[in-house]
Nanobody, 126 residues
Framework: QVQLVETGGALVQAGGSLRLACEAS????????MGWFRQAPGKEREFVAA???????TYGDSAKGRFTISRDNAKKTMYLQMSTLKPEDTAVYYC????????????????????WGQGTQVTVSS
């Protein structure tokens, strides 16, 4: 049984930092592409960042320069370090696993990820 469990969401002031974690079980984590997405109320799910099995990374426009994705294959855990947070970063953040381990243009699309976590709420106050 595949499980992805996100932790680390919180209420933080604008300009602050947070680190999210996603712990995986029941899947070949080291050979998966892992991604972070977010969804704000009334909006579509948005791509944030992804890391391939080999460690290559890619970021959505909103994350570039402020967020860093990383993974620890030994711990089967992925992280998202977020800094200089803005109120518009407020959303539920989801981690997702794509059993294909490489990054391509499709890696930004939610439909390409087979497994999802339940999400963790990030709220940034102004």
């Amino acid at each position: 049984q595949v499980q992805l469990v996100e932790t680390g969401g919180a209420l933080v002031q604008a300009g602050g930092s947070l680190r999210l974690a996603c712990e995986a079980s029941g899947l070949p984590f080291s050979s998966c592409t892992m991604g972070w997405f977010r969804q704000a109320p009334g909006k579509e799910r948005e791509f944030v960042a992804a890391a391939s099995a080999s460690g290559r990374t890619t970021y959505g426009d909103s994350a570039k320069g402020r967020f860093t994705i990383s993974r620890d294959n030994a711990k089967k855990t992925m992280y998202l370090q977020m800094s200089t947070l803005k109120p518009e970063d407020t959303a539920v953040y989801y981690c997702a696993a794509d059993l294909l381990g490489f990054l391509d243009t499709a890696s930004v699309a939610p439909r390409n990820y087979e497994h999802w976590g339940q999400g963790t709420q990030v709220t940034v106050s102004s």
